[in-house]
């Protein structure tokens, strides 16, 4: 049996790539990648219909991270890419029942209605607040630094970005950087103006949304490109054997000198069973997207969309003008939405029938867009995968898995939910495991502070 330098699980966008970094810094090492379902891509799908053209899992990535902006130069995608300037377009929060802009600049926060003025003040309780010591929940987080106030926009990004809920995601697994300066430098607003001191960092621009007009299935058909990937071939298994690894497939068993697993969460758990985990699962948040076409009547704004926190008892988490981000997506004088549902804190509306979904989603937006009678393309689209959750086992998660692979050589793990769940991460999370080849992980990384867009 053929023994490969290194075999990749799963050709998701992680395993994807990890065989583009392999092959970039890597030349000489043989690498197969195997993959369950027939085609690779993983979540990342696109769906045209009817002159519509949707995402069937994530809706596009923001051009602001070194690793995925260097496999889009390397596969000579930059021009090819529709670009959403987070700078030109807005992003709104339903509030008191109504649909309110977000500001584009820390000091256009000073004039907005999201805050009361006791909350804009309550801000600068950061500057003085002790950290809170343990493990607090995002929610616990925010509302002791910043006060209460701010918590239905916190709210709102926590669903805009993980459809989860920030009463259970865990602080230090989701922004391990921003409890690190809070850490040093005893406040978030303080440690910010020292790092972006330091780092000479005058202009934040904000950065854009990015997808292709093809879809974002563009990027990981691109992706897969002269790789060596083996569908239809599901992994049950792996054990050690002798400098190497022996993985278990339908196919029989096949063998390598480094593993490098990138998978979901909760696909990786079972194949490290032996190696015991934790916990054999983590939570995910489901979510359905639901499309809606309709004539343009110009009274959508020129915006990403709105989202909705818990305590606005809306149906819909949030919805997208998917058409106004990205031209080309509706047929001309037609525009495009987008609605989310479910969640963590909703799964039972994922089990209404289709038709009862769509009623409700229609009745809500109606109520916050001036929307032309009715919808004249309508699809329900339910997304099989699950959005994991960095809850409260999720640091004793990351322990194990250094702990694993310090005691395995030649086994690295990334994927969705480990490092975090947006494709930036993903990117970032196979540079990082394909540099542990032959040489472990690099101790300690500084996690950064990974701002929240939405
Ligand atoms: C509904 C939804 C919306 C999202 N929206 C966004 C967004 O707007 N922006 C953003 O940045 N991110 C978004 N994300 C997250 C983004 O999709 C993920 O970060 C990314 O696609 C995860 O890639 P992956 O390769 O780790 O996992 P996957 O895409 O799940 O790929 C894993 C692959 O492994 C294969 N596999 C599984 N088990 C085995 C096995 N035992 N043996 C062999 N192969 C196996 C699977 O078939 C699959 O092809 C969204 C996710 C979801 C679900």
Redesign the pocket.
Known sequence: MEKKDVII???????LACAHFLRAQRPELSVLV????SH?????RSHHEGGYLCEV?????LDNKEESREILADLHLMDGVQRAPLGDFHRYLCRQGRLMALPQKPQELITSKLLSPWDKLRLLGDLWKKPLAGHPSIGEWAGHRFGKGVLPLVDAAITGTFSGDLNRLSMDAVMPGVRKLEAEHGSLLRGLKKKAKAKREKIVLLPAMINFPQGLERLVQSMAVGHDIKTE???HGLEKRGEGWQLSTADGPLLARHVIC???IN?ALP?FAPFGPPVDKVPESY?CNVRLGFVDNGAIPKGFGFLTPECENRFVLGCMFTSRMFPGRAPQGKVLLEALVGGRRHPERLELADDEIVRRVVADLKELLDLPESPEFVRVLR?K???PQMEKDHLDLLTWRANLEQGNHGISLC??GWDG??????TRSARLAVAAIDQGRGGEEDPGVKPVYF
């Not at 195997?34 to 379902?37: N, R």
């Not at 769940?421 to 993903?426: E, Q, R, S």
């Open positions: 699980i799963g050709a998701g966008v992680s395993g195997v993959e369950k379902s690779s891509g993983g979540v990342i899992g994530p809706h596009g990535f071939c599901e992994v990138a998978l979901p696909g194949l979510i997304p995968s699950g959005i994927g969705f769940i947006g494709i930036n991460d993903m």
